[in-house]
């Protein structure tokens, strides 16, 4: 049987996809490491792995090798029972994190749903009905889900979607004196250590000292988003561990099983017990072909210690940005964590993307000028050096000087 070509399967996404992405004409079949070909037979080098999904790079051969010999073996029980594979990453997951129960959902905002849950949970037990506020930010993404959107910035909120659910409210990053006014009322401070989706945006560690601070005097949890800054990607295997934090509560997915899909929630203490039998479940989280993934992604990012190499080459990749901005007045400035980083743009983004895909680069743009860089943690430095290449002549091209 003959296989469509390029021009007959975007005929079939453009008549039997829903239409909510901005896509690029690009069908891709097969990758290897930082690398992908479409179905034309080109190659891109690939600075967006899924989002910070594919941390390890695509097909990884003891990913790919775990997940061929979990599909012969076990793929999927219902949660009326376990499986080796669930109890032993939960094992795994809970001893790195240094958190006690986890909870194995399918995606970041499942994850989201899941932590929003067991907060009111907590406080509605422990306090009553009152206390049911959940502290989120301006820039912040925490997923699509009603109340995972509701907790996001509110500029991805549509008026064709309402009503949104009560009990969210959003203060700028770094606004103390708002946090301290909402604490008394709330069940939860919910926030991400970098807002990706918001334009690579850190938040200050000093203030997120403060925060947690807070919070603890306050009783109320502290809940991590680490689902793209999570794995690695930030110069630690969880972001807060760089940072000087704890959180009480932390939701991952993406990068947990190198872009098979899964999610989680950690949880420390009192929190690890409150959801009792009944109270949230997920039909396919947690199944063994997931955790098989997660588990042996685990393995690689901790024996090739690629959380460092995610700070060191993160600091040279951001030192060479640096030095771009420098010489391109198009380029505002350059922020981000370990391999998490983004260059804010004076003009639109979207040009420089399509500028650097022609070029065989993959790269995105989030918040309509900034571009975002999140490559494999272990790419080439070489691949980095010629991206850094193709990403000076397409600024130029944008009216910055020339290379």
């Known amino acids: 049987m003959t296989r469509p070509g390029t021009t007959e399967l975007l005929g079939m996404a453009r008549t039997t996809l829903f239409p909510n992405y901005r896509q690029f004409p690009v069908v891709f079949e097969r990758g290897s490491g930082a690398r992908l070909w479409d179905t034309d037979g080109r190659e891109y080098v690939d600075f967006v792995a899924g989002i910070?999904?594919?941390?390890?790079?695509?097909?990884?051969?003891e990913v790919t090798a775990a997940i061929q010999d979990q599909a012969r073996r076990l793929v999927h029980v219902s949660n009326w029972y376990f499986s080796d594979r669930q109890l032993e990453l939960a094992a795994r997951l809970t001893g790195l994190a240094s958190l006690d129960r986890v909870f194995f959902c399918n995606s970041g905002a499942e994850a989201s749903e899941a932590a929003i849950k067991l907060a009111r949970k907590r406080s509605y037990e422990?306090?009553?009905?009152?206390?049911?506020?959940?502290?989120?930010?301006?820039?912040?993404?925490?997923?699509?889900?009603?109340?995972?959107?509701?907790?996001?910035?509110?500029?991805?909120?549509?008026?064709a979607f309402s009503p949104y659910p009560e009990g969210f409210v959003h203060i700028q990053p770094g606004d103390l004196a708002a946090l301290e006014k909402h604490l008394p009322l709330a069940c939860a401070l919910f926030l991400e250590p970098v807002q990706g989706e918001g334009g690579v945006h850190p938040f200050d560690p000093a203030f997120l000292k403060e925060a947690a601070r807070l919070c603890t005097e306050q009783d109320v949890p502290l809940m991590l988003d680490e689902v793209q800054t999570g794995m690695g990607r930030c110069g630690a295997l969880f972001a807060y561990q760089a940072l000087g934090i704890r959180p009480d509560v932390l939701t991952l997915a993406k990068a947990l099983a190198n872009?098979?899909?899964?999610?989680?929630?950690?949880?420390?203490?009192?929190?690890?017990?409150?959801?009792?039998?009944?109270?949230?479940?997920?039909?396919?989280?947690?199944?063994?072909?997931?955790?098989?993934?997660?588990?042996?992604?685990?393995?690689?990012?901790?024996?090739?210690?690629?959380?460092?190499?995610a700070r060191t080459l993160g600091n040279r990749f951001r030192a060479a940005l640096e030095?771009?901005?420098?010489?391109?007045?198009?380029?505002?400035?350059?922020?981000?964590?370990?391999?998490?980083?983004?260059m804010e743009l004076t003009v639109a983004a979207a040009p420089v993307v399509k500028d650097l895909l022609e070029r065989g680069y993959l790269?995105?743009?989030v918040a309509?000028?900034?571009l975002r860089f999140t490559p494999p943690l272990n790419i080439a430095e070489e691949d980095v050096d010629a991206f850094l290449q193709a990403l000076d002549e397409a600024l130029a091209a944008q009216g910055g000087s020339p290379p």
């Open 259 to 309: 872009g098979f899909p899964m999610g989680a929630v950690l949880a420390g203490g009192e929190l690890a017990a409150v959801m009792a039998p009944g109270s949230h479940g997920s039909t396919f989280g947690g199944n063994a072909l997931a955790c098989a993934a997660a588990l042996a992604t685990l393995d690689v990012l901790v024996r090739e210690d690629l959380s460092s190499r």
């Open 126 to 159: 422990k306090y009553g009905p009152d206390r049911n506020l959940v502290i989120s930010f301006y820039g912040a993404f925490h997923g699509r889900t009603m109340k995972a959107l509701t907790a996001t910035d509110p500029k991805h909120h549509m008026a």
């Open 368 to 370: 309509e000028r900034t």
């Open 363 to 365: 790269v995105t743009a």
């Open 52 to 61: 910070a999904s594919c941390n390890l790079g695509h097909c990884h051969p």
């Open 323 to 342: 030095d771009l901005a420098g010489r391109h007045p198009v380029v505002k400035n350059i922020r981000g964590m370990g391999l998490l980083l983004g």
